[in-house]
């Protein structure tokens, strides 16, 4: 035996899924539970929020108080493995451009810290082009995508209110938690200022909806995913696991897939990897390839699996894979509540985010940007982490404490008091907007650099246009307006302008890249069918956002999530019907 | 304190040559828990953060015996034993931010050159460090950096100011504000400051909306269709 082989696997499955998030716990979930054998490639490590557990921890149980670092850039008790840099995992940008690319890496990828913010896409986010004339139409409308969420909705289980709106439809929800108290502020000032409140919808259970899951305990800790009563939706505990259970799901932990293999005739035979336990090289086949790794990473696997019949990158006849790369659009600011200080102490944690949310409420026609956006907001007395306290000075120099004035900073009795009286005042809120998805912002196979398993890495070139940014400037206004019909003190985020595009976050930011793989009727300028099968190769499937044409104002999980079912559904009609 | 006379106690003075003896010495006592299995127990960790976590533990204390000293003493002027709390020693907030320095290496340098400032400035005035300053000369020492000068706009968005920071004091008052902040964090972060507090969650709970007396306090209400669509649960 040479020193370098390749270890050929000779199970065959009914199809290969690189990755364990969203579309690929779905694309999991589905096939297993209709007896098709599914092997999962993940690039991270294993993980079982049974076992892995970082909720209800108290802050002094981590040495770090909660800080963050490059393992868990939100913080100590965050449930994501990596974010923003993973060691030996570079990716590159062009100049003058920005990206901010998360990945996470462990199973069930970012959906077992996500913030559960889980919106149906309205008939409008379906048709963009035939109302603004700019971008493209999906080749698919509400009515072809509306029972998929409705059973998404009753599977995992999401709180809401039917409000019949237009564009933000109903569902089938489960009852939403009362508003906490800066809540009720906020939804007073801003219902002033004509922005439209209603209650949030989340996928958290405040009712239990089947004996394999609890409901909601009120600990405000969804981003370090429901160990205890597996009570929000995360792939690892609705999906994963349930689908370990039919006996039909191998996993394949630490494995980064290197290339889609694909025969003479073009049509893809399975996966190649690189086992970042023993460094080894390994090749898993089977009858359909899902990817599922996430908008970019997809991409990039896409583009990396060269051969003689897809010379250009698997599915890349068109030329698209990798752009039209596109986030949600970001900015905020927050501040402090006067009426709050000194406030009574009670358990206000509640479900992990907001308990209201404002849904887009204005018409783009009257307005010079054509997309809208949805508000998140946050505040209150939430446990404290490293940081808490930081610069007293400017709360306790600016205002009276029991009615007196102090100068600022201090220490002693006087500032332990300040602390207290200060506590929970805090408030804030963030747009996520739609940008458009233009294919001049792009990720492309860098040709200079390869990371560490040898894997020609992705680079980046995406900047803002003047949509995104005209955007951002309409949030900032409409937040101060909410601020100030509060009665509330902007401390940060207030001061943006033109020179910063309005504090509008570098794209990648909010974590919603999408586009780059996306579906169409025209194999020349799509990558995907309707059903989220290649154009270029029939058995060669496309389930997270690189799917998407455009994003809409709402966060993506519950489209994929839909998006995943629908086309696993159509794997299984067209293997029965063995054309496939 | 003349400049001259400074310099000498600095030359010869028995208070600073302790100083300076004593901040080449690494400390031997313990700042932070020895190995992983004492810092995280039971939390979730991946393998690449263990390793990490113990490359840091490894390595020998950042802050001298002195260093540490001073701090402790510090700590305690900004968080003292009060009617409600115990004090930052109490809380071992020391350990914390003997810890954190070592992963936060950023925050190194203006620690101990504030404290080296600090100590000089004590010499300077008092001709000792500032842990060996009784307590009255501790206080006026700590009163010329402890009040820092803010800048910021009222409500009309008219510029104000609040504090006055003495002549060359400012570089003082930057380390004051930036300790004053670690020991904020790791009380506030410690169970006895979460305690102070009044943090009420982190536990299984039943959010039943906002207590009837705190509505009452501020004049609002749940409105009907609230009441009637979101979830309620029975009063315990």
Same mark, same amino acid.
């Given at each position: ?10 199970? /065959? ?5 690189? =990755? ?87 199973? =069930? ?10 919106? $149906? ?96 305990? +009120?600990? =405000? ?39 889609? #293999? ?38 990039? %696997? ?22 039209? #790369? ?16 000194? $406030? ?8 992990? =985010? ?33 940081? +808490? ?16 004035q102090k100068q600022p900073g201090g220490y002693g009795a006087s500032l332990k008091e300040d602390y207290r009286f200060f506590y929970g005042a805090g408030v804030g809120m963030a747009g996520r907007g739609e ?35 005209k955007q951002a400037k309409h949030m900032k206004e409409t937040f101060k307006e909410i601020m100030h019909n509060m009665g509330a003190i902007i401390t940060w985020g207030g001061d943006d302008d033109a020179s ?23 194999? /020349? ?32 999980? &519950?489209?994929?999530?839909? %998006? ?17 | ?10 030359? #010869? ?104 400032? #600090? ?27 402890? &009040?820092p000068e803010i800048e910021y706009k009222d409500e009309k968005g008219n510029i104000k100011k609040n504090g006055k920071v003495k002549p060359n004091m400012q570089q003082g008052v930057n380390f004051f504000n ?41 004049? %609002? ?16």
């Open positions: 035996m040479g020193e370098f082989t390749i270890k050929k696997q000779s199970k /065959k499955y009914d199809a290969i899924i690189v =990755g364990s998030g969203a579309g690929g716990g779905m694309a999991a979930y589905i096939l297993a539970n209709a007896g098709l054998k599914v092997c999962i490639i993940e690039a991270g490590a294993m993980y079982d929020p049974q076992k892995n557990i970082t909720q209800l921890k108290n802050p002094w149980e981590s040495p770090r108080r909660g800080a963050s670092t490059k393992h868990r850039p939100f913080g100590d008790f965050d449930a994501c493995y990596w974010g923003w840099e993973i060691d030996g995992e570079p990716y590159t940008k062009e100049t003058g451009t920005q990206w901010d690319w998360w990945r996470a890496r462990m199973l =069930g990828g970012r959906t077992n810290h996500w913030g559960r913010i889980s919106l $149906r896409f309205g008939p409008k986010d379906f048709k963009r082009k035939s109302i603004d004339g700019l971008g493209d139409d999906w080749p698919i409308g509400y009515e072809d995508i509306k029972p998929f969420y409705d059973r998404v909705d009753k599977l995992i289980g999401v709180f809401g209110t039917n409000e019949g709106l237009e564009n933000d439809p109903d569902g089938f929800f489960l009852p939403p938690p009362k508003p906490r108290l800066h809540e009720l502020f906020i939804k007073k000032a801003a219902t002033t200022a004509g922005v439209k409140i209603i209650p949030s919808r989340l996928s958290i259970l405040t009712k239990p909806i089947n004996n394999e899951r609890g409901s909601c305990q +009120f600990c =405000g800790q969804c981003n370090r995913n429901c160990s205890y009563w597996k009570a929000d939706f995360s792939s690892t505990n609705v999906l994963i696991y349930p689908a370990l259970k039919t006996g039909n799901v191998d996993i394949i932990p630490n494995a980064m897939a290197r290339e889609v #293999l694909t025969n003479d005739e073009g049509l893809a035979t399975g996966v190649s990897y690189i086992n970042k336990d023993d460094m080894m090289e390994y090749q898993v086949t089977g009858r359909t390839v899902i990817v599922a790794a996430s908008a970019c990473e997809s991409a990039r %696997l896409l583009l990396n699996s060269k051969s003689q019949r897809h010379p250009n990158g698997l599915a890349n006849s068109s030329n698209v894979v990798g752009k039209y #790369l596109h986030d949600s659009t970001g900015a905020a600011l927050g501040g402090i509540l006067p009426e709050l200080f000194d $406030r009574k102490r009670y358990n206000e944690d509640g479900v992990g =985010g907001m308990h209201i949310y404002s849904p887009w409420w204005l018409d783009n026609k009257k307005l010079d940007f054509p997309r809208g956006y949805h508000i998140e907001y946050w505040g209150g007395m939430s446990q404290p982490a490293y940081g +808490f306290g930081w610069d007293i000075q400017y709360q306790n120099g600016k205002y009276a404490v029991h009615g007196k940008a458009l998805a233009l294919e001049s912002n792009y990720c492309a196979i860098d040709p200079n650099v390869v990371d560490k398993y040898g894997i020609p890495v992705l680079k980046f070139n995406v900047k803002w246009s003047e949509h995104e940014i910063n595009n309005y504090g509008l976050e570098s794209p990648g930011k909010i974590i919603h890249e999408a586009g780059t793989v996306r579906m169409g009727n025209d194999a /020349k300028k799509s990558a995907l069918n309707k059903h989220s099968q290649a154009h270029d190769c029939k058995n060669l499937f496309c389930v997270d956002g690189g799917q998407f044409v455009s994003q809409a104002d709402k966060n993506i999980t &519950w489209t994929i999530l839909a %998006l995943s079912m629908r086309a696993s559904e159509y794997i299984i009609d067209e293997m029965k019907k063995q054309n496939l | 304190m003349d400049r001259r006379k400074s310099i000498k106690a600095l030359v #010869l003075g028995t208070a600073a040559s302790s100083i300076l003896i004593d901040a080449c010495k690494t400390s031997a006592d313990k700042q932070n828990p020895a190995t992983f299995a004492d810092a995280f127990a039971g939390l979730d960790r991946m393998k690449e953060e263990k390793a990490a976590y113990n490359k840091i533990v490894a390595e020998p204390d950042f802050f001298t015996k002195h260093e540490m000293k001073t701090i402790t003493v510090l700590q305690d002027i900004i968080i003292p034993k009060d009617a409600v709390s115990g004090s930052a020693s109490d809380a071992k907030v020391h350990e914390f931010i003997g810890y954190i320095v070592k992963e936060k290496t950023e925050l190194q340098t203006p620690l101990r050159g504030g404290l080296r400032w #600090l100590d000089l400035q004590c010499v300077k005035r008092y001709e000792k460090s500032f842990v060996e300053c009784d307590n009255k000369q501790q206080m006026e020492m700590v009163d010329d950096i402890a &009040w930036l300790l004053r902040n670690l020991v904020a964090t790791g009380f506030y972060t410690s169970e006895i400051g979460v305690k102070d507090l009044g943090y009420a969650g982190n536990v299984s709970n039943r959010w039943n909306g906002v207590p009837d007396d705190v509505l009452k306090q501020y004049g %609002l209400a749940y409105t009907e269709k609230e009441l009637k669509e979101c979830v309620s649960f029975e009063k315990i």
